[in-house]
């Protein structure tokens, strides 16, 4: 019996310490996660939204932030649409913004202070320029895809912009049975698949270099096409008799797509792939003529900005930009016209960037009282 207490009590310390260290082991792998926890009412309001934090693109600009216990986002709708994907919604429901990817960052939790002082939040910095998801999202001209740009030497993500997308602050009622709007919690950029076209070249010719022993001394003859079962393929031009390196940088469908088929690759993939290469088009590509001049693609591009409309909505937004004070003016003048951050614009005006946000969102809401 003298015997069998240490014995129990060794084992019950043993235990105690395994639980303890098993604890910590989870405690700083997964602590971030327990303290964003939507149920945390300390952190998220009564809807389940974040209640602190701000989230900032790498111009200092903010895009969405916590106004008297309530999350909102930046005053301009194609904004709030054309980064919706970066920053994320108020339900979660997708997956990848930064409302939900980094909701530990956005409320200050640290190994050290756990949540302490959380309630002030934090701001996070995306690398991603709202003026560039601006832009590119109006490219896409309600098309489904996604437009991507990155700094290669650091790898930053400079613009991302996924669509189908819609407003955060104005949901569609039928966003889930209305296929205009299908796929929008998808993050294309990061989740989606795509026929990766030409750049998929480089992994066929790394095969090749592995597999085809004579590839160096091998030529390939392009004719403009070559059959491939029931298919053509179609080639950016007629490159004649080449060897790998000339077929490579010809980018040539011919020769990579009978190298494919030599590799084992099934002719559907490389038919697929190769549909998928459509060489960009001039502006200047003539499309029509008779004779005379003629017409261009750019020709039948219609310009949509110096309509009549837009004419009258310059003049009514002169008359309600009187009616701004000249700080105010002034903001928006920077803002809007020089093309400053609101980093920028606090530097120039003397004041804090919170502040000039306040102010431009104040000064916009009176604009638009005003037309």
Sequence with gaps: MKHRLPAAALLLAAALLLGSGLFVFRFVKNGGRWVSFAANRHLYNRQGQLSVGQVLDRDGDVLSEVVDGQ????????????TLHAV?????????????????KLTGYSLLNGAFGAQRGNDLYLTIDARYNYTAYEA???????????NYETGEI?????APSYDPLNVPEDITTNDRYKGAYLNRFLSST?????????????AALEDIPDLADRTWTCSGSVQMGDETIICSGTHGEQDIASAFANSCNVAFAQIAQELGIPREEVVFAMDAIVDPVSLYEPVYSDGGDAICVMDQVSDTRNTDEAWTDRIALKEAMKRLDDRERR??????????TQMEVSA????????????????????????
């Design 194 to 206: 795509f026929t990766p076209g030409s750049v998929y070249k480089t992994v066929t010719l790394a």
């Design 158 to 162: 400079l613009c991302m912009v996924s």
């Design 331 to 340: 903001i928006l003048s920077l803002r809007f016209y020089e093309g400053k």
């Design 88 to 104: 994320g919604d108020l339900q979660g429901n997708i997956g990848t913004g930064a409302l939900n990817a980094f909701a530990d």
């Design 71 to 82: 999350r909102t986002y930046y005053d301009n709708a194609t904004v709030r649409k054309a």
């Design 140 to 150: 896409l001209g309600g098309k489904s895809g996604t437009v991507a740009v990155y």
């Design 348 to 371: 120039e005006v003397g004041i804090s960037q919170a502040q000039v946000s306040r102010l431009e969102k104040g000064a916009i809401n009176t604009i638009k009282k005003n037309i």
